[in-house]
């Protein structure tokens, strides 16, 4: 195995999308491919595993040889909030995965489609207490933080809304400009083209301060204190990855993340180029874990 590690990458490495393509996950692991494949003169192929908000891919990384050569664009969703919300998992978030480093972390925008007569955050809740489960929004699958932005959203503000689960959040986001949803928590990846073009309205962000390049933005929490999300996703090995591997996989995807252009792409999409050790991010995902079990618990949100 040493002498593997030595030599890594000697063939093919495949990073999991578990979304499908378009998706976050998608547009952030695909530059990371390219400087890569770049750097170590090997194919770095990005592949769509998309399904059951992510577990899908996600269990296809963790059942993987632990040799490099399989990664997981994972998320907040696969690698923190699944592990409470879903009654049964395939793998185990805690023990199953090798972080390799957190990529980028974002917030969330609550987006609605122009027909809905409201353009603050205050005039929604009140639209949704007047019409207790009229309102229907739209997530990228059960267990991912649009899911549980609308539930924390349901529960802090005190009002009924319908959820509408789809396999990734392009197609939540094309049946919201068709008028088939009423508003979606989107992330800007997948919604800012569309803010910007004017089909769709963004009311308000799920950070917990408004954003400094964007400082006319009001934050959700104005209106309904405690709320807050932030995504955020990262590189997973499979368990029992070499340290050398890992080592290796660490230092050149901290290397990409620091690139201006790359900060740039994801600044562009709404993200925060971001990188830490295995260590640091390991620490990270199992407070993560955590955090989202209390608030499975608080919103009594489940998956069977």
């Given at each position: 195995?040493?002498?593997?590690?030595?030599?890594?990458?000697?063939?093919?490495?495949?990073?999991?999308?578990?979304?499908?393509?378009?998706?976050?996950?998608?547009?952030?692991?695909?530059?990371?491919?390219?400087?890569?494949?770049?750097?170590?003169?090997?194919?770095?192929?990005?592949?769509?595993?998309?399904?059951?908000?992510?577990?899908?891919?996600?269990?296809?990384?963790?059942?993987?040889?632990?040799?490099?050569?399989?990664?997981?664009l994972g998320t907040i969703g696969t690698n923190a909030i699944n592990a409470s919300i879903y009654s049964q998992m395939p793998y185990n978030a805690r023990t199953d995965f090798a972080p390799v480093t957190i990529v980028a972390n974002a917030y969330l925008m609550l987006v609605m489609h122009p027909s809905v007569?409201?353009?603050?955050?205050?005039?929604?809740?009140?639209?949704?207490?007047?019409?207790?489960?009229?309102?229907?929004?739209?997530?990228?699958?059960?267990?991912?933080?649009?899911?549980?932005?609308?539930?924390?959203?349901?529960?802090?503000?005190?009002?009924?809304?319908?959820?509408?689960?789809?396999?990734?959040?392009?197609?939540?986001?094309?049946?919201?400009?068709?008028?088939?949803?009423?508003?979606?928590?989107?992330?800007?990846?997948?919604?800012?083209?569309?803010?910007?073009?004017?089909?769709?309205?963004?009311?308000?962000?799920?950070?917990?301060?408004?954003?400094?390049?964007?400082?006319?933005?009001?934050?959700?929490?104005?209106?309904?204190?405690?709320?807050?999300?932030?995504?955020?996703?990262?590189?997973?090995?499979?368990?029992?990855?070499?340290?050398?591997?890992?080592?290796?996989?660490?230092?050149?995807?901290?290397?990409?993340?620091?690139?201006?252009?790359?900060?740039?792409?994801?600044?562009?999409?709404?993200?925060?180029?971001?990188?830490?050790?295995?260590?640091?991010?390991?620490?990270?995902?199992?407070?993560?874990?955590?955090?989202?079990?209390?608030?499975?618990?608080?919103?009594?949100?489940?998956?069977?």
């Open positions: 195995m040493q002498v593997a590690a030595q030599t890594f990458p000697a063939k093919t490495i495949r990073i999991i999308a578990p979304f499908p393509p378009a998706s976050v996950a998608d547009v952030l692991a695909r530059p990371i491919a390219q400087k890569m494949a770049e750097t170590w003169g090997q194919p770095v192929i990005v592949d769509n595993r998309s399904g059951a908000g992510g577990t899908v891919g996600s269990d296809v990384a963790a059942k993987s040889p632990p040799d490099g050569y399989t990664l997981l007569p409201v353009r603050t955050v205050k005039a929604l809740v009140a639209l949704a207490k007047a019409n207790p489960g009229k309102l229907n929004y739209g997530s990228a699958g059960a267990g991912t933080t649009p899911h549980m932005a609308g539930e924390m959203f349901k529960s802090l503000a005190g009002v009924t809304m319908t959820h509408v689960a789809y396999k990734g959040s392009p197609q939540s986001t094309i049946d919201l400009m068709a008028g088939r949803l009423d508003l979606i928590f989107a992330n800007p990846a997948t919604s800012l083209p569309h803010i910007r073009q004017g089909r769709l309205r963004v009311l308000a962000i799920t950070a917990a301060r408004r954003d400094p390049s964007t400082p006319e933005m009001p934050t959700i929490a104005e209106t309904v204190p405690g709320f807050e999300m932030a995504p955020w996703w990262g590189l997973f090995a499979p368990a029992g990855t070499p340290r050398e591997v890992m080592a290796k996989l660490n230092a050149e995807s901290a290397r990409i993340l620091a690139l201006a252009e790359i900060k740039a792409h994801y600044a562009n999409l709404g993200m925060l180029a971001l990188s830490n050790t295995p260590e640091q991010f390991n620490a990270y995902v199992q407070e993560e874990i955590a955090r989202w079990a209390k608030v499975v618990k608080a919103t009594g949100a489940k998956v069977d």
